[in-house]
């Protein structure tokens, strides 16, 4: 638990790596989990992408796989888990292969984050599987 309890200090503090190294030694604890999958979307740089541009592609081209996997990722590293979630879906439902599957790992990372008792985590795992079966 205090390891946990660091790990998310280090998360806070800005140290990912130090995050993760803390937390990936209790890979099935769901505290562990949530801030490995909140890592794993700070350190692939999709904080920096241009929220207004990656809008406007998608307001230009809906089917525009790329700018709502990135646009979902971003959403993400701002804890904006429901729209997060609808550009991932989004991306699952466009392109599969975008990322080596990438929509459908980073939804369920934001499902990890999210928790297993949370409405969101109801709602989009149900979605998940109507697409995937």
């Given at each position: ?117 949370d409405p969101l985590t109801q709602e989009y795992r149900r979605q998940l599987s109507s697409v995937l079966f």
């Amino acid at each position: 638990g205090a390891a946990i309890g660091r790990a998310q200090v280090e998360f806070n503090d800005g140290d990912l790596g130090r995050a993760q190294q803390l937390a990936s030694r209790w890979p099935d604890d769901p505290d562990a989990v949530s801030i490995l999958a909140r890592v794993q979307f700070h350190s692939d740089g999709a904080a920096d992408a241009d929220r207004e541009a990656l809008e406007a592609r998608i307001a230009a081209d809906e089917g525009d796989a790329e700018a709502h996997y990135a646009l979902g990722k971003l959403l993400a590293t701002q804890e904006q888990w429901e729209a997060a979630l609808e550009h991932l879906m989004a991306t699952v439902r466009l392109d599969r292969k975008l990322d080596g599957d990438g929509g459908r790992l980073r939804l369920l990372d934001v499902v990890a984050v999210l928790g297993n008792d949370d409405p969101l985590t109801q709602e989009y795992r149900r979605q998940l599987s109507s697409v995937l079966f």
